[in-house]
Each structure stands twice: as structure tokens, then as C-alpha cells.
RNA sequence: GCGCGUUUAGCUCAGUGGUAGAGCACUCGCUUCACACGCGAGGAGUCGCAGGUUCGAACCCUGCAACGCGCACCA
């Protein structure tokens, strides 16, 4: 046994401890082991992404959970990897080799040499986040690490993509996406945050052609975009203007024109002037009023949202929001512009860029959402089980209103659409043979004319490819589909990951879409890709479905739900059975943490500064479930003081020499080892129980208070009296216990504090004479504690009643306590206390409360008469009088003992009054009834004495 | 606009029908032989507001308010 020093230095202890973790391998999961599964998948960070608080609360829960499993028995498989974050990472690298003037623009390398320094960058960079979970503490099978654009997985999502296509569910389509003038992609719906703007609303006049003089007035936030209108748009029954439906108005921007005046249903009566402009390409309402009435489109932004040569020769090259203030000019310079009035309305931003996104007419990829309806089935009918579980609503809310997912992006860094396309038409089919025979061989499947004109007859060549819906045919190592476009000419398109099939394509003249998909198109297939899908693995079959997934619920659209839906499409079965939904961590203004706003601290200093155990501890113990957490360093601070804590009890137990865990001999067990026993099999039921329901903040809370409050500051306190005194079998019990709750409050702590607690597993010698695998190497795999069997209750000789000998001398050292702070005594002097109690008392109990009052001499003396005017106090065990030698001031203690009276008295009316309620002897409970009955016998039994005392003091 | 959540001590939060709680902060005393990152004692709350149900409401019901979140969105 070594000595352990006076505080605790977390650094080296938990490097120790962590390289040792890795070296015997204690994180790896056996596929083979035949022990019950216990899964769960990170949640991959970002790959340019840093350790942030958010990261500490989501890691630190699986963690525990991981760590808990592994306790428990289980084979343990936690997954790590990161996301290739297409955005923010090409972002990333683009700003550092614009500073470093390696380019100006992207364009100046090229998308191959991009795409190879991203890879650099990432090789470089892109594992530190995964690096810091490990100085957190973080249990993962390192040696599963996964990157959704490893070799591996990008085929995953390549087939998937095919797979799709095939079934129909991916689509090309041309139709209003929300675009991103900064990042100058298309977005998905949900990368779209609708932000409250203080804008203005632009009232202007357009003049009717066929009615000289007749003025319509048109609100707009927009008149930047007047140049684009194809039309003005009123509701069919609106009176105010049915009379001139049909006629046209002079657009009030851009080349002077007639536009036409049309009736739509959209328009409302009520909301401005009932008359809207129409931009059918700058607006997702307006564009599909432009198909309903065949209005033409006209683009007047670029894609960085800049105007065009179409807006006109004032407003071309204009930034949009420069031109709006241009356009309002221009309107009032035109005597058009009647009023401009402060406005507030929502505009979509960029979540990544933070700027207004543009809805853009162009030519996307999109998924209609396979297996919505088991996805769907399986939270509803409680299969999968979302905590907190109001998430379910949400969850099923967004299910219902699904809408097509836009999963193309025009970036360089991510999956590159697996398709490969030409354009044909009679003439260039007839002229390249390789082209030719793979048409052919399409439209021979397909039971379709080829571009030529010719029909091929069908020749049986035993098993078909799969025949498919819309033309489209798969064949063994590729799909094609032959389009027919409006011109008379066909695209031709090939799905396909096989490399030889791709080489042909390219020297055919196929050309490979150049569109990424969407960073989440990959993350979805999370906990199966990593497994090894589509091979089926022994992992996959050991550990899919996972068992827990741990998230914020701010991806739950984004990540959680498309999850859901790509399990049961793939594995025909959920993905994982639990969802835990963090909170967000907020600074104490409740603003959520930010690099920008600066609130946001790094968690790798606060564990160089606290230790990543006290991180850990103070971060569950201040994030309750289902509301976000208010983050103040003071916790990271109670994370530390709580592990000096049990660091200095250890050094305590340690002083003392003695063998560890040895036995507990039942007849030497006193009432405050009873006590403590019964405490902790409360704590191990209350924290098992916790824990299974996901309550980690109360579980802490718990152990916090058992270990503190409860084994620090009473039993150890209490055994000083036996580990000081002279009787050796006993004082060697007294260690056995002790050892006992010692290491079983270590197995408990492990998952929160794993540090801490397996340095003092070794060094207390709890290890010693463990099989290996059940905590002999380590405590990672010691058992986790069960409450007590009624065999061991009946060992420790614990029942119902077995603790009411030290809650008694507990409540008496208080009260004793009491009277030395009334009396201003210092704790730290020795104190004559006389106890005159109501019964038998042990010269051993006796011995523990005068230790626990620091009293000397402490008399027990059943026959006491006091000095009149000597301080007591009433105790479950009897009087406990403070004797103040010349110092009696029975005035003062009649006050005393008065004030007492009059608040037992407050409690005897209102048990009283109570009682005296006939409806409340009427109708309450037996039980309650008695409750109360018993709560008046008490009081009254506390004031009838109270007041013997007060007499005793004399009249004054 | 629809839906969800929150509102309890100065702060952060427990407490789902029967005597209002914890940690931190605060006040007072204490360097006592595990720990001052500590020990002991203490003060502190019209339980958001208004009704209702009940013998009894922080808790159940209704309405309202404030704050937060999600969805939708009218130019």
C-alpha cells in the first residue's frame, strides 16, 4: 500500500490511466464475446471541428453509459468518427490558402488540386477533436475509427445513392431551392433559419396600359426585384379589381413593358394593398403562381446575388441589398414610390453562412424520404423511445409534413454524385459505337425505341436485369436511365461504382455530375456504415440495432430522423432503441455559447486547470434532463473540490492502516455502521434507478450527497470514536466496513469520475484480489453494485428500524451543536456536555456523540439536576444540557426555550386545526389520519416538555 | 398563427395531492491530528398571476402573463 499525497493532482494520473486503458485494451469490442451487446455511434464532430462544452455533456453521457454497460456485463461497442462537414471544411481551407495567397479563388486550382489540399488539411488537422475526447476520458474504440469520406464509406453512399435512383425515390428536378449567395450552393429546407428582420415595406404605383391614369399600388419588401415581375396578381374575388383582370400595367422597373394584370387564389384581400407583384423567379410562391398562368421567368441575380444586365443598366452589378435602396430611389426619382414604412418579417438565413439565402430557380438532386411510414410507426408506438419524450411530437410532426429533400450541393469537398451523363441525339448515337451498344442495350431492357427511331427487337437472354419503373434499368454494375428532353435530344445516364464501367463512360464522353451531396446524405447511413454494411459483418450482427444514441435535439430533423429512415430502408430495422436529447449549454445571460461572442470556454484548459474528472462531474451534475444547461465555471469547480474530497477520505482510510477489506464481522457492527450500510444500499437502488432512466444529474446528485454528506461528514466522523479508541477487533471492523462502502461507492463513481476512481481502486487495494476481468485489472469491469439481497440484510443484521439508534444520536449532536452557537462557544473547544437520557445508553453511543460534539467531559447522568437556568435541549435520546459555569443568565434562557415554544406551538395549531375539520376526519385516508394524529402526540409531547423546562427556570 | 417547454430561496435546480428541499452564494464561528478545494452553525421562498376541483394544491383543471424552443408564414 502506498502513501497517497495530500491533493489531488488529476494531470498525471489520468494520462496514466488512459495510456494504460488503451494498452490492455480495455475499449475494444468483441463481436465474438458472447456476453449481451451494448452499442452506441458518436455522433460525428465535424473533422475541422474543436472541443466545445457541448461536446464535453454529449461524450461524457456516453461515456457513462458506455462505462456503466461494460460494468454490467455487457460487450461494449462505442463507435467514434468524425464528418467531412462539406461546407464549413471546404470554407476552412479556402479562407487558409486565400491567406497564405496560394489562390484567389477556387477556380484558380482547380476542383482536383482543391479537393487534394482538403485532404492535406484534413490528414493534418482533422483528428483533433478526437484527440481531445480521449483527454476527456472518453471510452471509444479507437481502432473503429470512422470518416464518412473513407473508401469504405463513400461507396456506402454511392450505392445508396444508386439504390434510390433506382427505386425512384432520387429525382433531378428543376425548381426553387433555397440558395446560398456566400457559400454559393443549394440548401436542404432545414439548413434554413427564419430570422425576424426590421425592414421596410415599399409602397409604389404601376400604371394600368389600358386605363391611362389608373394606378394600382403594390406593397413589396422588395423592389429590387420589380425587374424580374412578369405579372401583378390579384384575388379573383376581390371587387376593388376584378374590372381590370385581364388588362395589363407598365412595369415600374427595368425595360419599360406591359405585364399582365392576372387572378390568383393566393393573393389576399386583406394583407397590403391586395395586389402582388410577381416574380416567378425570386420567390417560391411566385414561381408556382407562374406555373399555374405560364408567365415567364426572368433571373436578375447571379448566383452571389449580384443584379444582371436584366434588372436594368442603374441597378446591374449592384449587390441585392445596395440595389433595394437603388430601386426605392429610382421609384421616388419616378414619382412611383408612395410611402416606405418600417417593417418586420421573417427572411430565411444561411445557417452555415449567416446571410439571407435566395430562393433560386435551378436544376437539384432530390430524395423523396424513403420508409417514412415504419419510421414514423416505430417512436409512436414506442419501439424507439426518444428522452425526453416530448422530442416524439416534434419528431412526428416533421415526419408528417415531410418534404422532398434537396440533396445536391455545388461544392468540391464531399461525395461526388455518382452519375455520369451525355447528351445524344440520333446523329451522335449512330457515330460512337460504344455509346451506341450501351443505349441499345438500355432501351432493349427497357422495351423502349433507342434515340434513333429504330425498335429493337427484345432479345430473351434468360434472366433480366431489374425492370424498372420510368424507364430506368438496373443492370449488375450499373443503372441507366434515357431521358427524353424537350428539343428532340435524350440525356443518357449512367449510375454506376464500378471502376471499369466508369473508364468506358469517360472515353464515350460521359461526363460525371458535378454536384456533391449533402454532408447529412452520408451521415445518415452513421450506424450501419460504420459496421461494414453492405457486407454483413459479425459486427453488424453483434452490434446493429445500437442500443443508445445521445444527441442535441437541434439536429433532430437533420441527423436523427433521415437515421430512422435509412435503418429501416437498409437494415429494415430501426437504428437505435433510445434517443437521448441533450440540453444546450447556455452562458449565464442564457445565450447559447459562441467563438464569436467569446462566452465560450475551452474545455481542454478547464481540465488542465480542474482535471477532466471534475469537468465531467460538474457538467452532469448541473444538466438535468430535458432542459438546456446553464454553464458557471463553479461547477467545474464542485467537480474538483468533490474529488478532493474523496481523495482526502481515501488518505483518511489509508492513515489507518489495517487489512483491506476484510471481514465484517456482524456482531461487532455498531448503529453507525448500520447506518451507513442502510445508506448506501438507498444510494446504490437510487443511482441504478437514475441511471436506467437517463437521470445522470440526479444520479450525481445522489452519490454527491450519499458520499458527502452522508459517509464523510457522519460516518467517518462517527467512527473516529472506534478507529481512536483502544479496541482492536472492533477498530478493524469499523476498516472493514469502511473498505466496504469505500468500494462500492468507487464502482459507483466510475462512470462519472473514471480517473479518480481507478487510481484509488489500485492504490486502496481494491484490485487485489479480483479475478482480472471482474476488476482485477481495472475498475472498468469491476461488478457494478446490486442493492442488497436479504441475505446481506439479514448479515448486517439491517431492517426497517435498524438506523433509528444513529438518526437519535445524529439529531442530538445537532441540537448540541445548537446550543453552542446560541451561546457563541467556538467548535474547536473542548465542552462540558451533560446528557440526562430518557433511556439506556451504551457507553460506546456515548462515546461517539461526545466525539461528534467535541464535548469533554460528556456526562450521561439519568439523575441530572441542573443550576437552574442551564441551556438544554430537547434530543431524541433526552436532555442535553450545556453547563455555563457563572455565566447563567436565566432571563436569557427563558427566551430561548420561549422562542421554541412559540414555533412548536405554530406546528400544534396547524396539526390541530386540522384535526378539528370534521371533513378532514371524514374524508381523509386512514394512513394520512393517522399521520396527523401522530404528528399532534409528537408536538404536544415536545411542548409539554418545553414548557416543564421553562417552569423549571422559575418565575424569573 | 399552430405546437411544445419553462416559471419554487440572490443564482442553478429537485420536489405530481398530506410538515417547502439541495448545491452555490450570503452571514457567523473555527487552521480541531483526511480534507480551508475544508469543518460547524445560521438567515433566507406571497412556489409567475387569477379562478376552479378537493377536507387539503407548488403538484390536478381552466384562463392569462413573461421567457425560451420548434413548425408554418402574407408579398
Redesign the pocket.
Known amino acids: 500500500m502506498t502513501e497517497i499525497p ?3 493532482e488529476p494531470a498525471a494520473i489520468e494520462s496514466k490511466w488512459y495510456a494504460d486503458w488503451e494498452a490492455k485494451g480495455c475499449f475494444a469490442a468483441d463481436p465474438a464475446s458472447d456476453k449481451p451487446a451494448y452499442s452506441i455511434v458518436i455522433p460525428p464532430p465535424n473533422v475541422t471541428g474543436h472541443l466545445t462544452l457541448g461536446h464535453v455533456l454529449n461524450n461524457t453521457i456516453q461515456d457513462i453509459l458506455a462505462r456503466r454497460a461494460r460494468m454490467l456485463g455487457k460487450e461494449v461497442l462505442w463507435l467514434p468518427g468524425t464528418d467531412h462537414a462539406g461546407i464549413a471544411t471546404q470554407n476552412v481551407v479556402e479562407k487558409t490558402l486565400r491567406k497564405e495567397g496560394a489562390m484567389k479563388h477556387r477556380d484558380d486550382l482547380g476542383r482536383e488540386a482543391l479537393v487534394a489540399k482538403i485532404w492535406e488539411w484534413k490528414e493534418k488537422y482533422g483528428g483533433i477533436i478526437l484527440k481531445q475526447l480521449r483527454a476527456l476520458g472518453a471510452s471509444c474504440d479507437w481502432s473503429r475509427t470512422r470518416f464518412t469520406m473513407d473508401p469504405e464509406y463513400s461507396a456506402c453512399v454511392q450505392r445508396v445513392f444508386v439504390d434510390l435512383y433506382k427505386k425512384g425515390l432520387i429525382y433531378r428536378g428543376k425548381r426553387m431551392v433555397n440558395w446560398c449567395p456566400a457559400s454559393l450552393t443549394a440548401l436542404s ?2 439548413e434554413v ?2 430570422k425576424e428582420q426590421n425592414g421596410l ?1 415599399y409602397h409604389f404605383r404601376v400604371e394600368v396600359v389600358e386605363e391611362p391614369g389608373t394606378f394600382l399600388t ?5 423592389p429590387e426585384t420589380i425587374p424580374a415581375d412578369t405579372a401583378v ?1 390579384v ?1 379573383p374575388n376581390d371587387p376593388r379589381y376584378t374590372h381590370l383582370i385581364g388588362k395589363h400595367v407598365w412595369r415600374a422597373l427595368g425595360e419599360r413593358v406591359q405585364i399582365p394584370i392576372i387572378a390568383d387564389n ?12 410577381v ?1 416567378p423567379a425570386h ?4 414561381y408556382e403562381i407562374g406555373l399555374r398562368h405560364k408567365l415567364p421567368v426572368i433571373d436578375v441575380l447571379t448566383p452571389d446575388g449580384k443584379m444582371t444586365a436584366l434588372a436594368g443598366a442603374e441597378l446591374e452589378g449592384m449587390e441585392r441589398f445596395a440595389a433595394r435602396k437603388k430601386s426605392a430611389e429610382l421609384l421616388e426619382a419616378a414619382g412611383a414610390l408612395e410611402k416606405t414604412e418600417p ?1 418586420k ?2 427572411v ?1 438565413f444561411s445557417e452555415r453562412a449567416d446571410v439571407p439565402i435566395e430562393p433560386r430557380l435551378s436544376e437539384q438532386w432530390f430524395l423523396k424520404y424513403p420508409s417514412v411510414e415504419s419510421s414514423k410507426a416505430c417512436v409512436a408506438d414506442g419501439s424507439m423511445r426518444f428522452f ?1 419524450d ?1 422530442w416524439a ?2 419528431y412526428d ?2 415526419m408528417t ?1 415531410i ?1 422532398d429533400w434537396c440533396i445536391s450541393r455545388q461544392l468540391w469537398w464531399g461525395h461526388r454524385v455518382p452519375v455520369w451523363k451525355i447528351r445524344i441525339n440520333g446523329d451522335s448515337f449512330r457515330a460512337n459505337l460504344a455509346l451506341n451498344v450501351l443505349v441499345e442495350d438500355h432501351c432493349q431492357n427497357a422495351r423502349i425505341p433507342t434515340p434513333a427511331g429504330d425498335y429493337q427487337v427484345l432479345i430473351n437472354r434468360g434472366a433480366w436485369p431489374d425492370q424498372l419503373e420510368n424507364g430506368v434499368v438496373g443492370f449488375a454494375n450499373k443503372v441507366t436511365h434515357l431521358i427524353p428532353l424537350s428539343n428532340g435530344d435524350f440525356e443518357f445516364r449512367v449510375l454506376t461504382l464500378d471502376s471499369e464501367v466508369i473508364s468506358i463512360l469517360e472515353e464515350t464522353g460521359f461526363t460525371q455530375d458535378p454536384d456533391v451531396l449533402d454532408t447529412w446524405f452520408s451521415s445518415w447511413l452513421w450506424p450501419f456504415a460504420t459496421m461494414g454494411w453492405p457486407e454483413k459483418t459479425s459486427t453488424l450482427a453483434k452490434f446493429y440495432p445500437t442500443t443508445d444514441l445521445v444527441t442535441g ?2 439536429i433532430i ?1 437533420f441527423w436523427v430522423a433521415r437515421m430512422i429512415m435509412a435503418g429501416y430502408e437498409y437494415m429494415g430495422e430501426l437504428p437505435f432503441k433510445n434517443v437521448y436529447f441533450t ?2 449549454i447556455r452562458d ?1 445571460q ?1 445565450r ?1 455559447l459562441s467563438k464569436s461572442l467569446g462566452n465560450s470556454p475551452d474545455p481542454l484548459d478547464l481540465i488542465a486547470k480542474y482535471g477532466a474528472d471534475a469537468l465531467r462531474f460538474g457538467t452532469m ?2 444538466a ?7 454553464y ?1 465555471e ?2 467545474v ?2 467537480g ?6 474523496l481523495w ?2 481515501a ?2 482510510r489509508q ?1 489507518h492502516g489495517g487489512e483491506t477489506e476484510g471481514e465484517i464481522r456482524p456482531d461487532f457492527l455498531t448503529s453507525d455502521d448500520k447506518w451507513i450500510l442502510a445508506r448506501l444500499n438507498d444510494v446504490i437502488r437510487e443511482v441504478s434507478i437514475a441511471l436506467d432512466e437517463y437521470r445522470f ?2 444520479a450525481s ?1 445522489a452519490l ?2 450519499f458520499f ?2 452522508e459517509y ?3 460516518y ?2 462517527a467512527s ?1 470514536a472506534t478507529l ?1 479508541g483502544t479496541d482492536e477487533a472492533r477498530k478493524a471492523n469499523t476498516l472493514a466496513v469502511m473498505d466496504f462502502v469505500f468500494s462500492h461507492t468507487l464502482r459507483l463513481f466510475h462512470p462519472y469520475l473514471p480517473f479518480i476512481t481507478e487510481e484509488l481502486w489500485n492504490s486502496m487495494g481494491f484490485a487485489n484480489d479480483l479475478p482480472a476481468k471482474q476488476g482485477g485489472d481495472t475498475i472498468m469491469f469491476a461488478v457494478w453494485p446490486k442493492p442488497f439481497t436479504s441475505e446481506e440484510l439479514g448479515y448486517f443484521c439491517l431492517d426497517e428500524t435498524s438506523d433509528a439508534l444513529a438518526k437519535a444520536k445524529y439529531a442530538t ?2 441540537a448540541g ?2 446550543l ?3 451561546f ?5 473547544k473542548k465542552n462540558r456536555f451533560i446528557l440526562k437520557p430518557s433511556g439506556a445508553l451504551e457507553a460506546h453511543e456515548a462515546n461517539v456523540i461526545a466525539n461528534l460534539l ?1 464535548a469533554e467531559p460528556f456526562e450521561v447522568d439519568a439523575a441530572f439536576t441542573p443550576t437552574k437556568g442551564t441551556p438544554v435541549a430537547l434530543t431524541p435520546i433526552g436532555e442535553l444540557f450545556l453547563p455555563l459555569e457563572g455565566l447563567i443568565d436565566v432571563a436569557a434562557e427563558r427566551e430561548r426555550i420561549g422562542k421554541e415554544i412559540t414555533k412548536v406551538e405554530a ?1 400544534l395549531d ?2 390541530r386545526a ?1 384535526l378539528a ?1 370534521e ?2 376526519a ?4 386512514a394512513k ?1 389520519l393517522e ?2 394524529r401522530q ?1 399532534e402526540i ?2 404536544a409531547e415536545k411542548h409539554a416538555q418545553l414548557v416543564k423546562m421553562r417552569d423549571a427556570l422559575g418565575a424569573s
Open positions: 495530500k491533493t489531488y429546407d432545414e433559419i427564419m415595406m403594390i406593397a413589396t419588401t422588395r396578381a384575388n393566393h393573393v389576399t384581400f386583406d394583407f397590403g394593398t391586395g395586389v402582388l407583384k416574380t420567390d417560391k410562391a411566385d417593417y418579417n421573417n430565411g425526453p416530448r411530437k416534434v410532426h416533421w409534413g418534404q435535439p437541434d430533423f440540453g444546450i449565464k442564457g447559447k451534475r448541473s438535468p434532463l430535458g432542459t438546456d444547461v446553464i458557471d463553479k461547477n469547480e464542485l474538483r473540490n468533490f474529488c478532493t474530497k482526502n477520505a488518505r483518511f492513515m444529474s440526479d446528485g454527491y450527497r458527502w454528506s464523510c461528514d457522519w467517518v466522523e473516529k481512536y449532536v445537532e451543536r445548537g453552542r452557537r446560541d457563541n462557544l467556538p467548535g474547536n467535541n406546528e396547524k396539526v386540522k375539520d371533513n378532514f371524514a374524508k381523509v385516508p394520512v399521520e396527523h404528528r409528537d408536538w
